[in-house]
């Protein structure tokens, strides 16, 4: 039975990050922060994506409405193909330039969430070496073809992680590319259709 004085708690200083333990929970923090801040970019470019689509609808529907009253309003064929042809004549533009608008806005979303994944795994592969070097510090004699073994095994899993990044990256790009191209080919293809009409 305790018949000391009053209880007086101690005080200790913040621990160094020395255990791997901390090292791990630390990291997984930084991780979670990491994805908190994707999570918010990626509901950025949702955001853009929902304005674009009301005001991309709420201009086709005005404008389907005039045409629709432009129609009734013809009293000849010609007056009608002429209707007709000035209100699909400026949608094939239209369209093309909506369709490089969303492709802004998922090119500009995607390169600012693969920018902090790629720092968020730089800072995460560190502070998980630096867990494994504690460990192999304090592993026990004896044990040394073990953690080798495990420190192969290691540098193999950063090597793959790394070569798929290299080829996510490398597979991004050349969609971009082939989307750019796609479109610079429907907006010329729209451009002829015009000047044919």
Known sequence: MFTGGPFVPLHFKEPEMNNPAEQIIATNKANLEALEGAATKAYAGLEKLVELNLAASKAALGETFSFAQAVLSAKTPQEFMTVQTGFFQPMAEKSVAYFQHVQSIATEGSADITKQIEATMVDAQKAFGASVDQLVKNAPAGSEAAVAAFQNALS??????????????????????????????????????????
């Open 156 to 197: 193999q899993s950063q090597k793959a992680v790394e070569t798929a990044q290299a080829t996510i990256k490398k597979a991004s790009a050349t969609a971009q590319a082939n989307f750019a191209v796609a479109t610079k080919q429907a907006s010329d293809l729209a451009k002829k259709a015009a000047k044919a009409v």
